[in-house]
């Protein structure tokens, strides 16, 4: 077998948010191909938790309008990595701009690719307890409301697909699982 990898790359874009390269690849079984690989520069995203104390805590949603999608979609905060950001930091910084609340401390849940087959993006997820309100920091092209929701009610969302963006899935998920009794 010979070892898998990038013979050459060949930039064809670069956005705002995204870059597009055109890789000369070796595929584990010695063959050669072409691949077009979206280039991100990651992501976080958090679940925010209030009364953390509680069997039945209300997680803050955002309902958000997203274009690709063309829909309104319910989803955890989150936003790309500034260069030299920690994805914590990310984390917290996406947290108040989007919602307003800020938290000292936030916990890693995990780590996912989006789509490994045809980009390299990563979120690093987490959950926020502790949370203090204040005022959102929104970008111009936010559009979006705050919606707090007993997780139980978020889990069933995901079960129905009524919540269909897949970091948000997996952080409730995530969440709903470290709460339950061992």
Known sequence: MAAAGTISSRRVYT???????????????????????????????????????????????????????????????????DPGESPEE???????????????????????????????EMIHIFVAEGLTGGVANREPDEFMELRAVPLSRAKAMVHSGEISDAKTAIGLLLVEASRRPK
């Open 90 to 120: 990310c984390a917290k910084r996406e947290l108040h701009e989007e919602t307003g609340y800020s938290v000292g401390q936030v916990r890693r849940l995990t780590t996912i690719y989006t789509t490994p087959g045809f980009t390299d």
């Open 15 to 81: 956005g705002k948010v995204i870059s597009l390269d055109v890789d000369q690849v070796r595929f584990p079984d010695g063959t050669t191909g072409e691949l077009e690989m979206i280039r991100h520069s990651g992501a976080s995203a958090v679940v925010p938790v209030l009364d953390a104390g509680i069997p039945d805590p209300d997680i803050i949603l955002i309902r958000q309008y997203r274009y690709a999608a063309n829909a309104y979609l319910y989803e955890i905060p989150a936003g790309r990595l």
